[in-house]
């Protein structure tokens, strides 16, 4: 079946890079997903990576997978304290439909 | 409207009541997709439109869930026979279609709260 794993939470100091991680098990996935969800906010698409590349860059976000071991990973870098939030990875399987597979989300506190 | 709208924002229920969740889809969106995310949780799928059709109820719980989307446009979840475990925000989102790899917006949300 479809699942995805992520871990809950992540500490960081403002000014350095947080990495957060993420496993999924559908080995069909077409598309990789980042969002963020700011408190009483709805979801927010932050990136995305087909499932035939390695790596994303989109300014301060850096998407890596490895698609033989089914994990993803977002690499925020010069992390600020209003990227606190948050952060969920999701799977989009070979189906035509769209639907997605979140993962459980990861809290990224981030410390001034 | 600028982005998907879903109303209302909150709704306090008793157990065993039907209610009746709404959401506008952005304009001229034709895939339109339901999901419940539990407290502490990420978001589970529940249903996606194509169109005025459920192309993919898989997710719906049970049979006291059910969904419409009557003209293609908005779209109202519907609850009968709430039950407490029922309780959890319900996101709509909508995407310009539903195949590829579209871009899927999400509404604020409906927080479902049954007592």
């Known amino acids: 079946g479809e699942d995805v794993e992520q871990s809950l939470f992540l500490s960081v100091r403002e000014g350095d890079s947080s990495v957060i991680n993420c496993t999924y098990t559908d080995s069909s996935s077409t598309y990789l997903y980042w969002y963020k969800q700011e408190p009483g906010a709805g979801l927010q698409l932050l990136t995305y990576i087909f499932s035939n590349m390695d790596m994303k860059q989109d300014q301060r976000l850096t998407v890596l997978l490895n698609k033989k071991d089914k994990h993803l990973s977002l690499r925020i870098a010069d992390t600020q304290t209003g990227d606190s939030a948050i952060y969920f990875c999701?799977?989009?399987?070979?189906?035509?439909?769209?639907?997605?597979?979140f993962g459980q989300g990861t809290t990224l506190q981030v410390k001034p | 409207g600028a982005g998907v709208s879903q109303t209302p924002s909150n709704k306090v229920t008793e157990k065993g009541k039907y209610v009746e969740l709404r959401c506008d889809p952005i304009s001229g969106h034709t895939a339109l997709y339901w999901y419940r995310q539990s407290l502490g949780q990420g978001p589970e799928f529940l249903i996606y439109?194509?169109?005025?059709?459920?192309?993919?109820d898989s997710g719906l719980p049970n049979d006291r869930f059910f969904a419409v989307r009557p003209e293609g446009s908005v779209s109202t979840l519907k609850i009968q026979r709430t039950e407490r475990g029922d309780s959890a925000v319900y996101l709509c989102?909508?995407?310009?279609?539903?195949?590829?790899?579209?871009?899927?917006?999400f509404g604020q949300g409906t927080r479902l709260t049954v007592v």
């Open positions: 999701a799977e989009r399987g070979s189906s035509n439909t769209g639907k997605l597979i």
């Open positions: 989102a909508s995407s310009p279609h539903g195949g590829g790899n579209t871009e899927a917006f």
């Open positions: 439109f194509q169109g005025t059709g459920a192309a993919d």
